[in-house]
């Protein structure tokens, strides 16, 4: 039977275990996978590369072959125009793939996010955590780009400076969706459904060719696509042609990204806690 000084002594020894706060919570989670990738860097420099490829063969190549586009009634170089849209691009890509292959392999296989749940960590906490690195690493490439960029002399506006933003602000709207995408996925062949959404949208991103050059319907559709509005967002801050449709895109990104988070926090409520 213990002792009034023995129950005094175990009270003091215990220490209580409170919930992480929110921002607490996604450090954490942003921490653990930074270790992870510590040591695959050249995982980040592939994705770098990619669109610095699209832009010195199609901007740099097919631009030799183009005169200038206008942009918001400004006249720029094929490059200055197609730049902006692989950095929009860079930031989409990135997220897509952390939201997507790397969420399903530790849903589905490792079982992490179950493991953690066994910690005061709560589904929330895995979301925000999950979006955040995700947005994180898209946008580490978009940085990166933006920086070649710079050194090719293909920003032509102070605006560039919001551009690190609204990349940060793409790769949160694309990680919160495909993550909410990726609970639906039941095996590695639904993925094939994950490429056939990426092809059409980078390509139909006003990326390459103004959007203009759509008619009617198939202009409407674009415009309503989410990396159109990224794309467009970005060249509009590189050229220093900001208006009103600059907050259209903003907003919409925002929206897309809340509206995610909250699907993926039902989602993983469904399948991890029931």
């Not at 919930?19 to 994705?47: E, M, Q, S």
């Not at 589904?123 to 070649?148: C, H, K, N, P």
């Not at 467009?232 to 590189?238: A, G, I, K, M, Y």
Request: some cysteine; charged content about 15%; proline content about 4%.
């Amino acid at each position: 039977m213990s002792t009034p000084a023995s129950t005094q002594l175990l009270a003091s020894n215990t220490t209580e275990v409170r919930p992480l706060t929110r921002v607490a919570a996604t450090r954490l989670l942003v921490l653990r996978n930074y270790i992870v990738y510590r040591d695959a860097w050249k995982l980040f420099l592939t994705g770098f590369l990619e669109p610095l490829f699209y832009l010195l063969s199609i901007g740099i190549g097919v631009g030799a072959l183009v005169d200038s586009f206008a942009v918001g009634g400004k006249e720029v170089s094929y490059a200055t125009f197609v730049a902006p849209g692989m950095l929009a691009a860079s930031a989409f890509n990135g997220a897509l793939l952390d939201s997507t292959f790397n969420v399903f392999f530790k849903l589905k296989y490792v079982k992490l996010y179950d493991q953690m749940l066994a910690t005061p960590l709560s589904t929330g906490d895995i979301a925000r955590g999950e979006i955040a690195w995700g947005q994180l690493r898209g946008s580490s490439y978009a940085a990166m780009f933006l920086l070649v960029m710079l050194a090719m002399g293909l920003i032509e506006s102070w605006w560039a400076v919001l551009a690190l933003p609204a990349v940060l602000l793409i790769g949160f709207a694309f990680s919160a969706v495909c993550m909410a995408a990726t609970t639906w996925m039941r095996n590695f062949q639904d993925f094939d459904k994950i490429t056939l959404v990426q092809l059409p949208l980078f390509l139909f991103s006003a990326t390459f060719f103004p959007i203009d050059t759509y008619a009617g319907p198939v202009r409407w559709i674009v415009e309503c696509t989410p990396l159109y509005r990224g794309v467009v967002l970005c060249r509009e801050l590189t050229t220093g042609t900001v208006s009103e449709a600059s907050l259209v895109s903003v907003v919409y990104l925002l929206v897309m990204g809340v509206v995610g988070l909250m699907v993926v926090r039902r989602r993983l409520d469904t399948l991890l806690l029931t």
